[in-house]
């Protein structure tokens, strides 16, 4: 399928041709409630997208009452029909490494529930927090690492407190002025109807202490139609706000999600991506600097790139870290510096960034290497390195 960033949403009929799908309006394409009514859930709807293996359906028959799974029509129509190795196809549908034991994999890797100070605010960084608004995902990504909170495995983030009221949190972000940033995130924030968002937000606006607020949503690349202007102009009345997406591939990037895209960002919301390194799907350089370079196309800012983590059900998709470096050499220094994004491992004790340096200590001062591996030495007495060289 072609992808051509910038384009409009009328310069391609997205809908693949398959006999097996019903006829599709133009104006049910567009309508993102359409898409979440007409999310592929069973093996019979996955059908008509593409032609399953017998793997996939196994894995999809074992992993139901475990893991969620859901395909909006959309993200579908990108998946290809005859290649399971499709790297949209492998973020979308079941595998069966989902079901494997994996040692050291954990549901909360990252220690959420430990940082969790009221039913939605997770407190980690003294500056800022996370909200989990929601448990809802309109795909339920295979690799995600927030499996604690979209899976039935032991118990669920939420469990049944999802629609409690927002005061206790609100509260809890007014009573701690030290927090000037509040992510909103999940699940994803924006399977939330506007008026519902804008009462969260509002309430946080409300906040004399909160700076900014961020919202992180895979919608721009699971179901861009949802980024409707009403969405944007709700938003734009409570800046600053900043919103991370999530492309991991550069067959995401359609006329729709740049559609998306640039209508936040003509709203004056900035976009940022959040790439998940997985094996099978983005580990080459290749693909990487295609996705980087992709998104500058679409003035989407790379700001992380997550090592996989190893959560339970995901572990299959899981690189070595030298994996991650060697990407990481292909692009620094490649591309422009914004255009590549951090290499973190995320912790209990927080992200931390895990790219090699480009620099090391010698007696004479700091030997520097560059992305085609020349080497210099920088002398001490030119640019000294303690305070004591300094004198
Ligand atoms: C990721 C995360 C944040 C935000 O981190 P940034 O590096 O500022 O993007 C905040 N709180 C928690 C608990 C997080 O996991
Ligand atoms: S949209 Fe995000 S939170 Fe939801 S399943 Fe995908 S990666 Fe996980």
Known sequence: ??????????????????????????????????????????????RQWINLTADEEQAIDKSAGKYRWSVTPYYASLMDPD??????????????????????AEVDPVGDMFYRKT??????????????????????????????????????????????????????????P???????????????????????ISGLRAIPSVEIIRIGSRFPVLLPQRVTDELCEMLARYHPVWLNTHF????????????????????GIPVGNQTVLLRGVNDDVTTMRTLMT????????PYYLYHCDNVTGVSHFMTSIEKGWEIMEGLQGHITGFGVPQYVLTTKIGKIPIA??????????????NYRGQEMVVDASVHPITEADAT
């Open 119 to 176: 039913n939605r605010v997770v407190h980690k960084y003294p500056d800022r927090v996370i909200m989990l608004i929601t448990e809802a995902c309109p795909v339920y990504c295979r690799h995600c690492t927030r499996k604690f909170h979209t899976t039935d495995v032991d118990g669920s983030y939420f469990r049944d407190n999802e629609g409690e009221s927002f005061e206790e949190d609100l509260r809890y972000i007014a009573e701690h």
């Open 83 to 104: 290649d399971p190795t499709c790297p949209i196809r492998q973020q979308a549908v079941p595998a069966l490494g989902e079901l494997a034991e994996f040692s050291g």
């Open 248 to 267: 991991n591939h550069p067959k995401e990037i359609t006329p729709e999600s740049a559609a998306a895209v640039d209508r936040l960002l003509r709203h």
């Open 1 to 46: 399928m072609p992808h051509t960033p910038g384009a409009t949403e009328a310069d391609r009929h997205p809908v693949p041709d398959r006999p097996e799908l019903p006829e599709i309006t133009e104006t049910e394409w567009n309508d993102w409630r359409w898409h979440m009514r007409k999310r592929v859930t069973n093996v019979d709807k996955a």
């Open 294 to 301: 992709e998104l500058l196309r679409i003035r989407v800012r």
């Open 178 to 200: 030290e927090i000037r940033d509040v992510l909103l995130t999940g699940g994803d924030p924006l399977s939330y109807r506007d008026g519902k968002l804008e009462e969260i």
């Open 356 to 369: 090699q340096p480009y620099f090391s200590r010698v007696p004479e001062g700091l030997l520097l290497r």
